[in-house]
T-cell receptor, first 115, second 116 residues
Framework: ETGVTQTPRHLVMGMTNKKSLKCEQHLGHNAMYWYKQSAKKPLELMFVYSLEERVENNSVPSRFSPECPNSSHLFLHLHTLQPEDSALYLC??????????????FGPGTRLTVL | AQSVAQPEDQVNVAEGNPLTVKCTYSVSGNPYLFWYVQYPNRGLQFLLKYITGDNLVKGSYGFEAEFNKSQTSFHLKKPSALVSDSALYFCAVRDMRGGATNKLIFGTGTLLAVQP
C-alpha cells in the first residue's frame, strides 16, 4: 500500500444528505490533495492543502467543503450533491507543495454514488 | 499551453510480448514527467518519473520509460508483458504555470489489456 488511506471506500447518498470523506496519510508529508476521477475524463484537481493551509481551489462548487485539521488528515464534506457528482474521489499526498520533483502518492479512493 | 496526451485509449498485447504505452507532452521549460498505474477499484500507484539525467528511467514492476526531448515524448515500456499488467495507465506532467507548485496535469489514461 501507498501509506494513504481513505474511508469509506464506497458511499451512496441522496441529494439531500450530508456526508464526509476521510483521508489519512502516514508518510509524514506536508501537502494533501483531493482529486475527482470521472469516466473518460482526466483527473480533476479539486483542492490542495499545504501545512494545513488551503493553497489551491479549482473552482469547485461550494457543496464540496474541504477541511485539513492537521498535516496527516484531510476531509471532504459533502452536502446537497447532484447526480453528476458521482465519481471516484482520490486523496493524495506529497512531501511538499512547492517541490516540483516530489511524487504524489494516492489513496485507494472513495467511490461516490449520488442518487 | 501545458498539456499531456495519451493518443491510445486502449493497447492490446499478448503475454510475453513487449509493450509500449505512448505519452506526449507540451510544457514550457524542462519537463517533469510521471507514470502512474491504476488497477480496478484502486487508486493510482506511482511507477516512475523523469526529472533530469538519463533518458531511460527504470521504475516499479519491470517498467521503464524513455524520455525523448526532440519528440516531446515519454513512452512507457516493458520488455515482456504479464497478464497482471492489465490496468489503466496515466501519464502526467508537472504544470509549470503559477510558480513552484506540485500541480500535475494528467492524461486521459490508456487501458492496457494483456491477453494470455
Amino acid at each position: 500500500e501507498t501509506g494513504v488511506t481513505q474511508t469509506p471506500r464506497h458511499l451512496v447518498m441522496g441529494m439531500t444528505n450530508k456526508k464526509s470523506l476521510k483521508c489519512e496519510q502516514h508518510l509524514g508529508h506536508n501537502a494533501m490533495y483531493w482529486y475527482k476521477q470521472s469516466a473518460k475524463k482526466p483527473l480533476e484537481l479539486m483542492f490542495v492543502y499545504s501545512l494545513e493551509e488551503r493553497v489551491e481551489n479549482n473552482s469547485v462548487p461550494s457543496r464540496f467543503s474541504p477541511e485539513c485539521p492537521n498535516s496527516s488528515h484531510l476531509f471532504l464534506h459533502l452536502h446537497t450533491l447532484q447526480p453528476e457528482d458521482s465519481a471516484l474521489y482520490l486523496c493524495a499526498s506529497s512531501q511538499d507543495w512547492g517541490g516540483r520533483t516530489d511524487t504524489q502518492y494516492f489513496g485507494p479512493g472513495t467511490r461516490l454514488t449520488v442518487l | 499551453a501545458q498539456s499531456v496526451a495519451q493518443p491510445e485509449d486502449q493497447v492490446n498485447v499478448a503475454e510475453g510480448n513487449p509493450l509500449t504505452v505512448k505519452c506526449t507532452y507540451s510544457v514550457s521549460g524542462n519537463p517533469y514527467l510521471f507514470w502512474y498505474v491504476q488497477y480496478p477499484n484502486r487508486g493510482l500507484q506511482f511507477l516512475l518519473k523523469y526529472i533530469t539525467g538519463d533518458n531511460l528511467v527504470k521504475g516499479s514492476y519491470g517498467f521503464e520509460a524513455e524520455f525523448n526531448k526532440s519528440q516531446t515524448s515519454f513512452h512507457l515500456k516493458k520488455p515482456s508483458a504479464l497478464v497482471s499488467d492489465s490496468a489503466l495507465y496515466f501519464c502526467a506532467v508537472r504544470d509549470m504555470r503559477g510558480g513552484a507548485t506540485n500541480k500535475l496535469i494528467f492524461g486521459t489514461g490508456t487501458l492496457l489489456a494483456v491477453q494470455p
